[in-house]
């Protein structure tokens, strides 16, 4: 399985920016895909998950400004963020966990930065 990261870029605050995951290698439908941060000198953060079936669920830091959602045809997962702030520069990665078992895999991460 590999999940490639694409669409991170230096925007302003307040602008908007959208994440693309391209997966491969297994049955896309079969899995849950997910996107996460990482801060300079913080832990990896969950940002949102979302099921095979477009079940969606959302870290605390989100509060609505973002939205995950996935195209079973084209075996993507997507990441809309908008009214970026500051706070959300991180390194953003996207993480394909198989349903009902630990299996996963991460991307290489792709880099936001959000100026103010």
């Known amino acids: 399985v590999q999940v490639v990261e694409s669409g991170g870029g230096v925007v302003q605050a307040g602008e908007s920016l959208k994440l693309s995951c391209e997966f491969s290698?297994?049955?896309?439908?079969?899995?849950?895909m997910g996107w996460y941060r990482q801060k300079p000198g913080k832990e990896r953060e969950l940002v949102a998950t979302?099921?095979?079936?477009?079940?969606?669920k959302y870290g605390d830091s989100v509060n609505g400004r973002f939205t995950i959602s996935r195209d079973n045809t084209k075996n993507t997962a997507y990441l809309e963020m908008s009214s970026l702030e500051p706070e959300d520069t991180a390194v953003y990665y996207c993480?394909?966990?198989?349903?009902?078992?630990?299996?996963?895999?991460w991307g290489q991460g792709t880099q936001v930065t959000v100026s103010s």
């Open positions: 993480n394909a966990k198989y349903g009902g078992t630990l299996e996963n895999y």
């Open positions: 290698g297994s049955i896309f439908r079969l899995w849950v």
């Open positions: 979302i099921t095979s079936t477009g079940n969606a």
